[in-house]
Structure formats: structure tokens, C-alpha cells
């Protein structure tokens, strides 16, 4: 059973009902308003995530002028018009103001049921993506790494690594404004056989040259005299390094 709340706009009430009825097996939560103040009042108490539209509410245009408010507080929730208006022009005025789906009344019920849970569900999806996208990449300051793809960019640029340079600068990506010794470092990218300290001044040359606007005066990766690195995404100042 689902648990979506979703709020049918229309002026007539058998109208609503005839929509609640529909939806009753789904387990959505259904809220019902008839006009555009009463909708925004509903709004500010309550969050939906599916809006089902008449175009003709108090006045005659009353649904479009909804959907753009709508649009402007939750840019991303669906809006499905249902309505009597039938006209090329109505459906096109219709997703040019916000809608997502435009239906003509009468509509069959089992047909407006599926639409809606269709629309919940790509929507959910595209939420999910969306989020796990912004989980898998990180952004700090010029600098982003993709996750998924291991990719470093500079600048929105991908900057071509090898695979223990990546390693590294997902480290650090992973670690900013920390300073870390390079037996911590080796640990964290290496993680087996003898330590080689100069194998990690090496790659931190390497970064440097591929990071840095000028290698010789590094402010992004940074040497901590006596203890180690520090990544410094913003190339601010700091005092003790280089």
C-alpha cells in the first residue's frame, strides 16, 4: 500500500469524489480543495507529492494560474490536469503552465489510477537517481570526483589520471582541510607491502603538476612542514605550509 499525499483541485465535488473513489485502493492519502486560496492555505500545512488540477476553478483560467504557483513552491512534484476543456490550445496552455499530464474528462477511472501511480513511480525513480547522483560525487571548491565514473574535474574539465593518482586525490577529495602523514597516506592508497616515502612525495609531484595552476607554488595540495599533506579545495592561505 502507498502513502503519498496527493491534493484534487476542482470546483466540483463530484468530481472529487469520483476521484477519491478511484484512488481508494491505492492507500494514497487524497486531500480535496476547490479554489487557488484554499489550495496555498492546504500547502502551507501540508506537503504533497502529486497534484491533481481542473483548469476551470472560480474563474475560467484558475488551474493554470495554480500550476505556476505550484511550480514555484515544488518545482519538482508532478501536476496531472483533469478537466473538461478538450481543445488542442487547452492541453497545450495546460503543460505550458506546469502540468505534467493533461486529461480530458470524462475520464475512466482505471485509467486515471494508473496514470497517477505511473507518475508517483518515474517520479520516485528520477528522486532516487537524483539522489544517489549527489551521494556519489563530491565538490569542493574548483574541484569535483564522480563516484561512479572516477572521474577528477577541475573547473567542470576531467583532468586524466592514472588509477593510484585517482586513488589519492579521491583521498583527499574524501578528507579535505586535514593534514595526513605520508605513512597515512600510503596506508589509505597503498595499503600493503613496505612503505616507500619518496614513492609518495613522487605522487604528490604528479598531483601537483596536474592540479595546481602553478606546481611550483602548490595552494591546493599543500606540504605541512614536519608532519605531512593537506588538501585545500578553496586555495586558501595557511599558515606552516607550502
Partial sequence: ???????????????????????????????QSDTIEKTLDIMNRVEFQLFLLDVSLEHENDGYHLAQLIRERQPLTPIIFVSGKKSEQDIISGLESGGDVYLSKPFAPDVLRAQVISTL??????????????ETMLRDGIFSFDKNQYQFSKNGEIVNMTSKEIMMILFFMENPYQVFSKEQIYASVWSDGDMDKNLIT?????????????????????????????FNPEGKEAGNTV
Fill in 1 to 31: 500500500m502507498r502513502n503519498e499525499k496527493i491534493l484534487v483541485v476542482d470546483d466540483d465535488p463530484a468530481i472529487r469524489r469520483l476521484i477519491w473513489k478511484s484512488l481508494q485502493s491505492t492507500g494514497l492519502l487524497v486531500y
Fill in 202 to 230: 613522487v605522487y604528490i609531484n604528479y598531483l601537483r603538476n596536474k592540479i595546481e595552476d602553478d606546481p611550483k607554488k602548490p595552494k591546493y595540495l599543500q606540504t605541512v612542514w614536519g608532519i605531512g599533506y593537506l
Fill in 121 to 134: 513511480n518515474r517520479t520516485e525513480q528520477l528522486l532516487t537517481l537524483s539522489k544517489h547522483r549527489e
